[in-house]
């Protein structure tokens, strides 16, 4: 099974962008507090979205914010001027705003609808499951071109 839960803080903002294929994305980095020896380390952990998550992210994420990310390890071979190396980055299923303050206090979900302001404020806003894990022609070659 190829399945990975984070909990972090987004680096900057995200910014929506376009696939070749006409779908939309957002490319993020995730910092991540790792304990271990009796010392704290930041990882910086590649990640992105695609479609609605990546639209509800682009317009509701600020730099800053903690997240939940829900997904699955996604692993690559680059090749530079014959100097190969290896990318891994976190394919974003399921994204939760995890801070009292997110989302200006809206309930975001996957529907088309409007985000509701009048349900009761919770700690968790649930971007939900963009694809429900089927298998994706998406184009993960165009991402971290920056």
């Known amino acids: 099974m190829n399945s990975v839960n984070l909990i972090g803080r987004i680096t900057k903002d ?9 779908k939309s994305y957002v490319a993020f980095t995730l910092a991540v507090n790792e304990f271990g020896g009796g010392n704290q380390y930041t990882q910086f952990i590649p990640c992105f979205a695609w479609e609605k998550t990546a639209e509800n992210m682009a317009r509701y994420v600020k730099k800053g914010a903690q997240i939940s990310v829900e997904g699955n390890i996604n692993v690559r071979q680059d090749n530079n001027n014959g100097q190969y190396s290896t990318v891994v980055s976190i394919r974003a299923n399921r994204v939760q705003f995890l801070g009292a303050n997110q989302a200006g206090g809206m309930n975001v979900s996957q529907s088309n609808s409007q985000p509701e302001m009048s349900r009761p404020q919770t700690n968790n806003y649930d ?9 994706s022609n998406d184009d993960d070659s165009i991402l971290w071109e920056d």
């Open 14 to 22: 995200p910014e929506l962008r376009t696939s070749s294929g006409g």
């Open 127 to 135: 971007f939900d499951l963009v694809e429900d894990n089927k298998p």
